[in-house]
């Protein structure tokens, strides 16, 4: 059985959070459960626009989806000093044209991709008219939950060493375990106005006033914006170029990729 937490609890009593990590959300100055649920987004990225790979633009982060149509091929660079360096490089197309993707040190993940099949990917075109791509996008199956991709994506404030996947998931285990702590703070009238519903699922263990219960709330005009543990556990890491979106949006990209 789980151990209670409180609002005034340490971070370093939800899983995952060591005294390492601990100290990087120190920096935000949030050491407890209950500083880390006050913790907003800084802004949200709406990712549930999905857009042809002839109509993505250079600098500019989109969704797409696409099926791989070459066999993800891994190549292993030695580094003076350190591990070496895995490139995975494949290309996935849709009806409108053909893109090259490239992974880096990520050989196990790009290799699980089957050619044949179609994902969902979410990343920053770069190149010019001598040749397109994106570099390390998140990416995951079409049929499979929104974990990544197809979802609004809440963007915290973060520092050096804490990246938006960590927030992403120290935020679902606080919200799983405590979030019923707070107090509503919006008037009724203006909860209507923003929620459509609100699902309540049973607790996985029903006699257990601490173990973790889903609720899902439902927004009018967006739906399901998913904050359980499961739907960030998963996610990989955001490179660098995908933290910070407040590039100018530069000219369009040739539909020939």
Known sequence: MEKPVTL??????LPG??????ALFARLNVRTVGE??????????DR???VSIASLEVGTPACFEAAVVTTPRTNRI?????????????TVADDTGRLN????????????????????????LTGDFAAYGITNPLCEPCDGPARVTRRILPVYPLTAGLTNSMVLR???????RCAGLLPETLPPELL????????VHEKEVKWSKHAPQTVEIYYNGIGYVGSGQQDVEEALEAPESLQTQDTEKPRQASETR
């Open 48 to 50: 549930t626009r999905l």
């Open 192 to 199: 209507r106005l923003f929620i459509e519903k609100i699902v």
């Open 170 to 176: 120290a935020q679902a285990q606080a919200v799983s």
């Open 101 to 124: 993707l490239t992974f880096f040190n990520a050989a196990h993940s790009a290799g699980a991709l089957r050619v044949g099949e179609r994902y969902c990917f979410y990343g920053v």
């Open 8 to 13: 005034d609890a340490p971070l370093t009593s």
């Open 17 to 22: 959070i060591g005294p390492q990590r601990a």
């Open 78 to 90: 030695p580094k003076p000093g350190s591990r070496m360096l895995e490139v995975t490089k494949f």
């Open 36 to 45: 880390l649920l006050r913790l907003y987004p800084r802004t949200y990225e």
